[in-house]
């Protein structure tokens, strides 16, 4: 048995040997497969970029912390140009009272920065939301003579910044301003209002910073929807200029025009048809009869008090300006076209007044200063002579009667009832000269329109209507 021990430790050494040469063959053939792989790759694949690198921060990328972004781009060179371009949204409001306007935008920026210029093969721009705005320079452009202005933040800050890899940069931001406009209401509500919203750099003068609109009237659009109840939208235009402050210097500023024309159908409605039905309603009262008092003086004082409101109303919803405006013209003189009819009337009641005490007045002074005579004719009757126009001439003619006493008009009845006497009749003549009946006659003949009441009614009736369309007219050409 010893013999055939070493034999077999022989045999059992070169199974063992081969296995492990066989073995490692396999181990070199997989790993030259692999290897060969990575080769034949490593020829065809480009550079990474990194910009799709997730491990590559933002601050790394740009080199924010490499850089002062306090200072402008180019500090000590030349003015950084800085295009601007606006696309207005809505145009939400606009306040007389306040003499502003409300209008949401959007803000766009254009610069170049090259301090955050960076390596990209695929990608032509990054985009980044407000958190880095506060890491980088930005334009600090506000606006001119506004009121309030914020941000929109809903749900998140409203603000775009795309960086290109060259060091262009775009900043765009959703912003709600109200600005100031000053209206001019001498032809309101037939006027029309330009109103403007201006751009400018705070800090920055027109050495260090050039504000320009970036493509210029196309710089400006607006959203064909955006209506208002009062006003047409008739023009957007931009211009620009510069503006001087003597503590700072010159500054670009950059300006946003509209025109707005007012719609005049809201306030015929409202304001023009009321105060005109209440003038011609006025004009009922020269109809009624003069003697109707209540009536009168009724309709007179409603339609002052009428006018009076609509005039209140107006003016509420208006700006206390120092300066007379086209509405005020048109119902202040309604105004006194309706408080004329109510002195009509009071002149005519008065008129009236005075004409009955005077007939009075004249009956008595004719009955204790007449001449009595008596004739024989068959009746007894009275005549009275109150306008006095007998000459001494006609007086004479009558010497051949026979005077009589004058006699009351209460024994008159007495009178008739005795029958002896004789039937007579009395006539109270009033002696003037002619010189005086003459002018008399000039008197009467001037004042009888103002004596009789009913022709004052009856010239009111066309004077009134007559005068108010006239008026109208020269309004309407006027401010139409």
């Known amino acids: 048995m010893p013999f055939m021990t070493k034999p077999l430790f022989f045999l059992l050494c070169l199974v063992v040997t081969g296995e492990c040469r066989r073995h490692g063959h396999r181990v070199r ?38 850089h002062d972004f306090t200072m402008r781009p180019a500090f000590g060179g030349p ?10 949204e809505s145009l939400d409001s606009i306040s007389e009272v306040d003499m502003d306007f409300t209008m ?5 920026h254009y610069w170049k920065d090259e301090r955050l210029s960076f390596r990209s093969s695929t990608n032509k721009s990054m985009t980044f939301d ?14 001119v003579h506004s009121k309030r202005s914020f941000i929109h933040d809903t749900t998140t800050d409203n603000i ?26 001498s032809r309101f509500p037939l006027d029309t209002q330009t109103c403007t919203l201006e751009l400018e750099s705070y800090a920055y003068t027109d050495e260090d910073l050039m504000l320009y609109w970036k493509s210029g009237d196309e710089s400006l659009s607006i959203d064909d929807r955006i209506s208002l109840s009062q006003f047409l939208i008739q023009k957007f235009h931009t211009t620009s200029r510069l503006a001087f402050y003597s503590s700072t210097g010159w500054y670009n500023r950059l300006y946003i025009n509209f025109t707005l024309r007012r719609h005049i159908f809201f306030f015929l409605l409202q304001t023009y048809f009321p105060a005109t039905l209440m003038v011609m309603l006025s004009w009922v009262s020269f109809w009624i009869d003069r003697r109707a008092v209540p009536a009168r003086v009724s309709l007179g004082i409603t339609t002052v008090l009428t006018m009076s409101t609509i005039i209140t109303g107006v003016n509420a919803s208006m700006p206390r300006v120092s300066y007379i405006k086209a509405v ?16 009509e009337y009071a002149a005519v009641n008065y008129l009236s007044t005075v004409h009955d005490r005077r007939e009075r007045k004249m009956r008595e002074r004719a009955r204790s200063q007449s001449l009595p005579c008596t004739c024989g004719i068959s009746q007894t009757r009275t005549m009275t002579m109150l306008d006095g126009t007998y000459s001494e001439a006609d007086t004479n003619s009558l010497a051949g009667y026979t005077e009589d006493p004058v006699v009351p008009e209460e024994e008159q009845e007495e009178l008739h009832e005795v029958p002896e006497k004789p039937e007579h009749m009395v006539v109270h003549l009033s002696v003037s000269s002619e010189s005086t ?6 008197t009467i003949r001037a004042l009888n329109i103002i004596q009789n009441t009913h022709a004052i009614d009856k010239y009111s009736r066309m004077i009134f209507p007559g005068s108010y369309i006239f008026f109208n007219l020269i309004y309407w050409s006027v401010y139409c």
């Open 437 to 442: 009946t003459t002018k008399k006659k000039k």
């Open 29 to 66: 053939r997989w790993t030259g497969t692999v290897e060969s792989q990575n080769h034949g790759t490593s020829l065809t694949k480009k550079p990474p970029d990194v910009t799709k690198s997730r491990k590559t921060k933002t601050e790394h990328l740009l080199k924010v912390d490499d």
């Open 160 to 185: 775009m910044l795309r960086v290109f890899p060259d060091g262009h940069v775009l900043y765009s931001l959703r912003v709600t301003v109200t600005a100031a406009c000053n209206m001019d209401f």
């Open 328 to 343: 005020d013209i048109y119902l202040w003189v309604s105004f006194v076209f309706v408080f004329l009819s109510v002195l």
């Open 104 to 108: 949401t935008l959007y803000l766009r």
């Open 79 to 88: 003015a950084i140009p800085v295009g601007v371009d606006v696309q207005v």
């Open 130 to 143: 407000g958190r880095l705005v506060k890491k980088i320079w930005v334009p600090d452009v506000f606006f």
